[in-house]
């Protein structure tokens, strides 16, 4: 991010497909839901742990595997060993017997971790946790705590936020409104009859993910395709067609 003549932050983003990012600023990096075992509906073999380099923070939205890689965990805890993994609260049970307990933050909207150079917001999600149920945050009662989550990381000049798995909503969009966005990572797959018959939970469909960015500001915005990356292409071009508004998409 640029004012002036003066660089306040330099943040490196790599896609690591499906909905996986690695982001690397001078002093900090975090790789938010990668997915880097290999699986049998895999089109592409995943990138090599090698590409991570360091790492200090892994953040994980919600517990579907293609974005909590519980196969991964335990290699990234022994090869990073100051690695700080950050879940939604009702998934920390699952993964403490992975990984050791001390390790790992539970986190709901609104609460936050907080380091020298960023600050990582756990924001709202709307999700189901298989195709066919019916899209919420996931709470069974009013005050339980939810399994969605997304992201808002809040560099010095500069705010990213990645939405995990989730719709639009009124809500949504007042929460995220609160921050500047310069760039959001929106999740770009639909919702259809036969794929949720499958146990496909959808996500935006290209229009909706334009809206979503329009509505909450962004500058810039990405997109993740969340179905084995087959619909990239499509997804990318309904966007760019829709995306007059924004000054950048990738």
């Not at 949720?196 to 290209?206: F, K, Q, S, T, V």
Request: aromatic share 6%.
């Amino acid at each position: 991010m640029i004012e002036g003549d003066k660089v306040l932050n330099h943040v490196e983003m790599t896609w690591l497909g499906q909905a996986g990012f690695l982001l690397k600023s001078a002093s900090v990096a975090l790789a938010i839901d990668p997915f880097l075992s290999e699986h049998e509906l895999r089109l592409y073999p995943p990138p090599p742990l090698e590409v991570l380099g360091g790492l200090d923070y892994l953040l994980v939205t919600h517990e579907h595997l293609d974005h909590l890689d519980v196969q991964l965990l335990p290699v990234l805890v022994a090869a990073f060993p100051t690695l700080t993994i950050v879940v939604p609260s009702p998934v920390v049970p699952r993964i403490t017997g992975l990984v050791p307990e001390a390790r790992v933050i539970g986190l709901q909207p609104g609460e936050t971790v907080t380091c020298e150079h960023v600050t990582i917001r756990a924001v709202s999600a709307i999700h189901a946790r298989a195709g066919g149920e019916a899209y919420s945050d996931g709470r069974q009662e009013r005050d339980d705590p939810t399994p969605f989550l997304g992201y808002v990381l809040l560099y010095r000049g500069l705010t990213v936020y990645h939405a995990g798995d989730t719709l639009a909503s009124l809500h949504l969009i007042r929460e995220l409104s609160a921050h500047a966005i310069d760039v959001a990572i929106l999740p770009v797959n639909g919702r259809d009859y036969f794929r949720e018959l499958a146990g496909i939970a959808g996500n935006l469909n290209p229009r909706e993910a334009v809206e979503l960015a329009a509505a909450i500001g962004a500058e810039f915005q990405c997109i993740t395709t969340c179905s084995g990356e087959t619909r990239s292409g499509s997804a990318l071009a309904q966007i760019l067609w829709l995306n007059s508004r924004f000054r950048y998409t990738c």
